[in-house]
């Protein structure tokens, strides 16, 4: 059994992580944190865990962590876990960080994106991106993973393929997100009162979103080095708040140089090539019916991503679709992931829920 | 392992049944029938299955079924079970009604309710109202099972422990429930257009409604003798459609004699006494926090009732809250959880899903 | 024209009433106050305003109110206005209060249902409860106006006639009430954050609603004498909150004497008899279609109160159904009608916005 | 007063167009049709004009419609109205067209779009694009407007000015629009089913959407000759389905050359100067609150389009949002806006309709 402990427990993906690990097989979680909660019961605070979990919230006791826990999950809002990682992973603990704190590489972006200096830029080296299908063999053996936005992980699986085989622009890529507003946290505030927030689509960050920055950083790794030898990789992200709770799509246009030649079948190709055995990552490509391609609705709940494209010669776009749960596969699903991935599990373990139809 | 087959498996009842069954440990589902969708796979039409079920539909063939099966479930709509169960029964298979055709065990209360002769009352005495928490042990040796209805079973849930004791006036009884638009089935209507239906908290049936008929055998069935000698149990049964896919909340109303003693701490007690052991009902009792009483919103996804109450000695009234979602604790849930008491196995298999917040 | 300011104009219930009187042909709206947004426009807090309004936000000044108007709303919280209304009088403004305090006119009954002793009940004598359709004669004169409470308004519109015609029981009114969240006001908390508001049908207040207290006290004032000689009204009240941001619809649950000759027509007699002439209640009584009984979806953004009902002799209740928008005709849609009324205006003036569907 | 019929009444936006008019002062609506309601009153279909209005629909007949109006609205389906227009015109009617028939002037580009050969091509040159604010001199002359489609209203708002001042790469535009269920019309299909339909972002039109042809005939008609001699205007137009009834978001990625020198006051100076006297074109500019980019929610119910935009320097990008109620501003309003001016009545009168918040 691996001992775990879910650090600020008590917000949305914290949360969600507890309750995945709390059906984990190999899995003792005996720790989990809240400032806010210290003493309450789990179930209090997120009542669908009533008469299913005793666990309760306590105090954040470095001492404690590392007694207890084998891997510790951080929960807590960014910039907060550059503080006590250090010191965590000096008592021997390996740490799952679901916060932005080490996902950037390169400490002039952390501080362009989070308009501060990083208080532990030295980590940087050991941080692995969490992003289970791309680091595979790097989370194998890491101590210290950050776990992709929900944003990114959404768009990075959505353009991976296509950078990789070097077919795209990727000067000029456009992500045009949507999300449901458990992405904004469980702290209320005047935009997120219901009569406020619903039935609204609100542009809510069209430009400079941090996602960005973890965004160019991950695909200019995966570019084809021989088609883009000197190019950098440039995406414009724009985030809308939908009327949902959960879910995101990220729609992704691209374009291509007319002189490829590209066709729907070289496409299925090229995502088959990289996703084919993927156990969460589906493509998308039905003829008939409704959902022909993909929908939050479709994955919510679930630790799958779904991916569809349509190509549009018009103006040599390919439009691609990418759709998950924003609290799972975007952070606690994936970060599951990485500790099954890490333990040497069968990297589905705690993630096969396969959702809901209708909902 | 059991064989298994679900017939009608493409209404929402029904594949509700399928996703379950899929992920039970005992069962071997090997025989699924549509007729509109036969050949086509399951994931065609419920796309949360993709990657995860191949199952396709295939025709209904009884010889088939009686082959492949030890134990079917019927999906169909009401008024048709009654046509074939008799033949499956010949056959030696055992049946899991979710349609309404073997819950009433009185031929003028079904004629009076769904307008026809019922086609195979000789059957009525075999069959055994399926709400396990009421009936476990009769199910266990049961060959027919009627899974009770969505609204009945949140509403029996909601009174069966007062009416068992004695404790409350069983001509005046108020059920005030709320649905969404999934209990409407998966056949699209007028109604059901998204524009018409959508933001709506529709009375749609204020009277009359067939669910009447069974709360009313099944708590008459479980008064307390004592207390109700001389008394028929009447129910006011109105049903809202409201603006949810998923879920059931029943108000009920009642009225109890001013001579009664009866404060909170007495009706905690009663329900704890005939709940406190079940699996999947909950008493909710929570002083802070913003789930102080059932909300759908809590149980959607899950085989959970959850059941509250409160005094109102304005005038000598309790208002219970019943909520559950539909499709699980109030179809495919509870055809489920018979299934296991049937085979003796833990009744909980596959039923353990804890749902999700938020959603 | 009539000089009109709004206290407090910053809330919903305020901030609706100057969109109603900015449409009001008759109307020089020329002092709104809030104290959170003082010197700004009241477009930036309600967008739908822009290019509209050129309405800034003051500070309360009595003078200054006195000396620009002659009608004043105020939209203030429950418990405020109680104390500068004497003051406003006593300069001569005639006050149209949308809070409660002015509704009862029992101190006791206030006290008990507002938990605190009140401030100036010697007003009570002067207040008129504004529900134009009962008080139109009184409203005329009146100084001191305080608009009916929205669930209120809805139960006493459904249940008026037939106690006014002393048909029913009045011992044992169910009320059944279904809400927007638009009804918990302008100010965020955690129990409306969108991730947690949203999908929800929360049972919020089952028991001593205070409603209740105002709801008892008009029916009480119009019962038939002739039939109800000794007997006192009383209502159980409850109200959920469901997914919708506005509307309100009270579904009521009455019993009457087997006795009684009470059939179809009868009702919509009496019904008709009391609103025929209404312009702003509308009986609802169609026999096809999807929309037979009243819903909030079809009255939302308007000052109509639609009412059907359903007789059911299988328990001798009668079922009736009051749907309006809680910000309109049960706020400040009344409250623009009384200001008609007490001006000897057309009552419809500024109110016919018939709503839109579908919405 | 003019006389004006609707023809295809029924449909939304035949519907929005008949209570629009209703309260027209200058208006005497006197004739709709439609082929399923023929003797129906209009109100037991749209029950939001119960006791509002007592219009019944009629059959359509050509003499009746010629007699009885000045001019007609048509809101049939796409293919229809090319079958009839070229008779109402000899009758000596005025059309104002809803439909996309004779918004095209380009028989080719017509086929190519809509998979057939045009009726009554020959009108194309006397149809002018009903798009108010480009096309006001044309529309005050013409007996054929053609109303734009709503999602290219929403685009083209948002393009018109930028491209008239000939900022903008033209080559390499994208549209992601956003948009409620009503825009699939009222006739209910499996992909508008409640349960199906609710909760979803579904991109349901990728590419080659009808609307693309008109955007980039009228962007063509507008560009700055002198900066794009050459150029053809391409957009890559993308629709999706969002978990709304009403409005559509048009998020607009554009790129510049980055040698241009624009900034945020450029831009705002180009919309000022292009929008600043339109009645109904909002720019939307806030620096503080929640909304300070368009969101339909706010433009609900209204005939306001609201527009606003983004500079991002990181791709040489900019983002313009455009919001607008898809059955008003994008339907409905627009042919009543072009009634108004063709008649050289004032272009609001009955348009001016401020919306609600919240809702």
Known sequence: MINVGVIAASGYAGAETVRLLLNHPQVNLNYITSRRF???YFHTIYPNLRKISKLKFEELDIEEAAEKCDVTFLATPHGISQEFVPTLMERGLKIIDQSADFRLNNKHKYKEYYKKEHGAAYLFKEAVYGLPELH???IRNANLIAVAGCHASSAIYGLYPLISEGLI?????IIDSKTGSSGSGATSNKSTHHPVRANSIRPYKMTNHRHTAEIEQ?????KNKNEYENNVVRVGFSAHAVNLVRGILSTIHI????????????LFRIYRKYY???PFLRLINQNTGVFRLPDPKIVKGTNYCDIGFELDPHMNRIVVLSALDNLIKGTAGNAVQCLNIMNG???KTALEFPGFFPL
């Open 345 to 347: 599990l069968d990297e």
């Open 255 to 266: 374009f291509y140089n007319e002189n490829r030649e590209i066709d729907n079948k070289k």
């Open 136 to 138: 595979r063999y790097e």
């Open 218 to 222: 991950e695909l200019a790794l995966f």
């Open 169 to 173: 622009d990727i000067e000029k890529i």
């Open 38 to 40: 210290v003493g309450k």
């Open 276 to 278: 084919e055995n993927e």
